[in-house]
C-alpha cells in the first residue's frame, strides 16, 4: 500500500503510482472528502476538475506589441527610466 510522508510544512509527495491512477500531473488540485465507516474515519481523495483559465491572455489585446524581455531589453529599459528621472 503506497504511504505519504508529511514535511515539516505538512507538504506531502504522492508516489507515483497513486497520481498515475488518479491521473495528477504537477499543479492539479486533488479534493478530501472525511467519511465515517464502520471501520472509523476513512478519507477519500478525488482530482478537482480544473477551471477552464478563460482570462489566460484576455489583456493581450491592450498589450500591442509583445515586450522583449532580454537581458539587454531590461537594461535599456532601466537606463532609460533613469534618464527621465534625471531630467525631471
Do not use: N
Not at 472525511?34 to 478525488?46: H, K
Amino acid at each position: 500500500m503506497p504511504t505519504l510522508t508529511l514535511t515539516a510544512k505538512r507538504q506531502a509527495t504522492f508516489p507515483l503510482e497513486t497520481c498515475k491512477s488518479l491521473g495528477l500531473k504537477p499543479g492539479d488540485t486533488v479534493e478530501l472528502e472525511a467519511r465515517d465507516e464502520d471501520a472509523g474515519r476513512v478519507w477519500v481523495l478525488r482530482p478537482r476538475p480544473s477551471r477552464a483559465r478563460r482570462w489566460v491572455g484576455s489583456l493581450a489585446a491592450y498589450g500591442g506589441v509583445a515586450p522583449d524581455h532580454s537581458l539587454a531589453a531590461v537594461r535599456e529599459s532601466i537606463t532609460a527610466a533613469r534618464k527621465r528621472e534625471r531630467a525631471a
